[in-house]
């Protein structure tokens, strides 16, 4: 890995790689992975030789201070291997290539009708406190709100520092539990909503042709005043794309609405279809990773019930791990790192193992 390091650090300055993006940005990601690796390696070799020179002079040392030092060194390195050990192994572990995109998070009212609706606006919310507490922007590309609130389906972008790699793990079927806001007889109704994180697709890695795209524009709703009515700032894209993976022939239709800026929008609606097809052709790597591994901790797969929120009780219970908290307002307020914590320990002890770690 040392000398991979020295031969990828030569080859990010050469000019003939540069001029290659699709080469230089996966050569810039792997001098990153390995910069971390060798920073590790680093430590671990002081940590080593710290120990054995201080175990020469507890040795050969005649002066009583110099001997109470070196035992302090000792005890220092000795406890410090281990730790640095572990960390080396966790960084060894084969990393999803994904993990440091962007992400395209999307929330949609699943079974219980407005109450479905009402949650997958209270997910939203949550999701936007998260996205805060770690200073990502979280964008809104396009919403359908629901008769009495919340939303039946809304679309965002998140960008950031590894976003995808973080918010992969919200992939799958909430599920919540509680008296409506419509229920009259105050009994407690099961309801649920989807979520779907997709990693943010580069430009190079879909090929588009973007001569076939049908563009159409129209007037966005909703507040705005007088810009809203007159211009057509929305845009509707439609585009024939042929599966890799089935063969078959779907027509993607993407809508736009985000900003009164139309070019932007249609800068947006693109990235939008290069993350939907980039999945979609991508969805067959899911899989066999899905297959290969004995839990289904951050596959992606949106048919899974991963999350149950029971009001009530003030409790939620991630059914992957059995991870249980009974602080549901907190959580519901964007605290949920400790349970995505929870999850990529799960995950990287698969890993671990299957890399004979």
């Known amino acids: 890995m040392k000398s991979r390091f020295e031969e990828v650090s030569l080859l990010v300055t050469d000019p003939g790689v540069i001029a290659d993006q699709q080469r230089y940005v996966k050569l810039t990601r792997e001098y990153r992975e390995l910069e971390n690796i060798l920073h590790a390696r680093k430590e671990y070799v002081e940590a080593l030789s710290g120990r054995d020179e201080a175990r020469e002079l507890m040795q050969t040392e005649n002066d009583p201070e110099m001997k109470e030092m070196a035992r302090e060194q000792l005890q220092e390195c000795e406890a410090k291997i281990p730790v640095i050990e572990e960390k080396i192994k966790m960084l060894l572990i084969p990393k999803d290539p994904e993990d440091a995109k962007n992400a395209v998070l999307e929330i949609r009212g699943g079974t219980g009708g407005d109450e479905a609706a009402l949650f997958a606006g209270d997910l939203f919310k949550m999701y936007q406190r998260f996205c805060e507490s770690k200073g990502w922007t979280l964008s809104v590309q396009s919403c359908n709100e629901g008769a009495v609130g919340g939303f039946k389906e809304i679309i965002c972008m998140v960008t950031g520092d590894s976003v995808y790699g973080t918010l992969k793990y919200e992939s799958g079927v909430h599920r919540v ?20 994180v997709l990693p943010e697709a580069d430009e190079f890695e879909v090929h588009i042709n973007e001569g076939e795209i049908k563009w159409d524009t129209f007037r966005s709703s909703g507040a ?15 585009y024939m794309w042929k599966n890799p993976n089935t063969g078959v022939v779907d027509e993607i239709l993407i809508e736009c609405t985000e ?17 939907y097809i980039y999945d979609k052709e991508h969805q067959k790597y899911v899989d066999d990773i899905a297959n290969r591994r004995k839990t289904l901790v951050s596959t992606g797969d949106r048919s899974a019930k991963i999350r149950t929120y029971n009001f ?6 991630d059914h992957r791990i059995n991870y249980t908290i009974y602080n549901l307002p907190a959580f519901m307020n964007g605290d949920i790192q400790d349970c995505i914590d929870h999850l990529i320990v799960a995950e990287n002890a698969e890993r671990m193992k299957e890399s004979e770690l």
């Open 177 to 196: 539990q509680r008296v409506p806001v419509t229920e009259t007889q105050g009994r407690v109704h099961t309801s649920a909503a989807t979520v779907a």
């Open 224 to 238: 705005g005043g007088q810009n809203v009515n007159k211009v057509e700032s929305g845009v509707r894209l439609r």
């Open 312 to 317: 009530p009780q003030g409790r939620v219970t």
């Open 259 to 275: 900003t009164r800026d139309q070019p932007k929008n249609k800068e947006r609606a693109l990235s939008r279809l290069r993350s």
